[in-house]
Structure formats: structure tokens, C-alpha cells
């Protein structure tokens, strides 16, 4: 997968298996569950980037920032959020 791309194509992805379940799907899993465990999740996942960025290297880091994003799209998805309105609210806030 290219870098440039990836995090649209996990959210392409994640709609999918909301709009098409798949039986064992562990992001079909979450959205069952409902927001309080999605939201559950990201506050996990948090927690893991901060332990994770205290310890040395970065591999660690990089594999939970990774955990993180992906439950992030996961909510995204669940509030109907899309990477166009986090890049208009980034771009509004960083205007030169």
C-alpha cells in the first residue's frame, strides 16, 4: 500500500465491513458494541502510545500510534467524520 494513501484505504476498509459485516470481523466486532466501547477502545489504545512512548526506540510507538489510528477510524466511521473535514479543520487552524 502506498504511504500516501493508507489511512484513507483502512477507512475505505472500515466502511466496508460496516456496510457489509463480515462474521468474525473484529472492526464489525466494535461497531456491535456501540460508541461507549469504541470510545473505550481509543482511550486504551491511548494509554498504550503514552507507555509505549516512554520506553526507548520507537518501534514501540509506532506500533501503538498505528493501534490508535485505526480505532480512531473505526470512531470516525461511527460519527460519520471523514479525513476531508479533519483536513479543513487542520488546514483553518494552520493558515498562513
Known sequence: M???DIL???YDIVVDRRENPKEGSYTNYL???GIDKILKKVGEET???IIGAKNP???EVVYEI???LYHLTVLMV???VVWED???ELESRYKK
Open 86 to 88: 479533519l483536513y479543513q
Open 2 to 4: 502506498e504511504q500516501k
Open 66 to 68: 498505528s493501534d490508535l
Open 47 to 49: 494509554a498504550e502510545v
Open 31 to 33: 461497531f456491535d458494541k
Open 57 to 59: 526506540g520507537k518501534d
Open 8 to 10: 484513507q484505504r483502512i
Open 78 to 80: 461511527e460519527k460519520g
